[in-house]
Nanobody, 123 residues
Framework: QVQLVESGGGLVQAGGSLRLSCSASGRTFSDDAVGWFRQAPGKEREFVAAIRWSSDSPYYGDPAKGRFTIARDNAKNTVYLQMSSLKPEDTALYSC????????????????WGRGTQVTVSS
């Protein structure tokens, strides 16, 4: 079993930055990935970014390209999502998921989910 706990959300003005953390515990494998997704009220869950524990190659969804950076600290079993140039449309509940395999942009590729951390961007 894998446990995932997100932190770092909050209220920020447009143009600001936040760093989200996803702390993982339990059974993981080096080829597994951790993904970040977000869901705004009334909208479907959306892929943001993912990274494998064994690779430095990240995967980004459209919302993240050019503004967000995903990184991992294997020693801390933590994955970070650095978000910059935030926009009001980035307001959502951000959740991490793992272990991921296959198509990392698909929610079905993940078995466990954290409860999420709220990000609110004011205009």
């Amino acid at each position: 079993q894998v446990q995932l706990v997100e932190s770092g959300g909050g209220l920020v003005q447009a143009g600001g930055s936040l760093r989200l953390s996803c702390s993982a515990s339990g059974r993981t494998f080096s080829d597994d990935a951790v993904g970040w997704f977000r869901q705004a009220p009334g909208k479907e869950r959306e892929f943001v970014a993912a990274i494998r524990w064994s690779s430095d190659s990240p995967y980004y969804g459209d919302p993240a390209k050019g503004r967000f950076t995903i990184a991992r600290d294997n020693a801390k079993n933590t994955v970070y999502l650095q978000m910059s140039s935030l926009k009001p449309e980035d307001t959502a509940l951000y959740s991490c998921a793992g272990p991921g395999s296959g198509r990392l942009q698909d929610t079905s590729s993940y078995s466990y989910w954290g409860r999420g951390t709220q990000v609110t961007v004011s205009s």
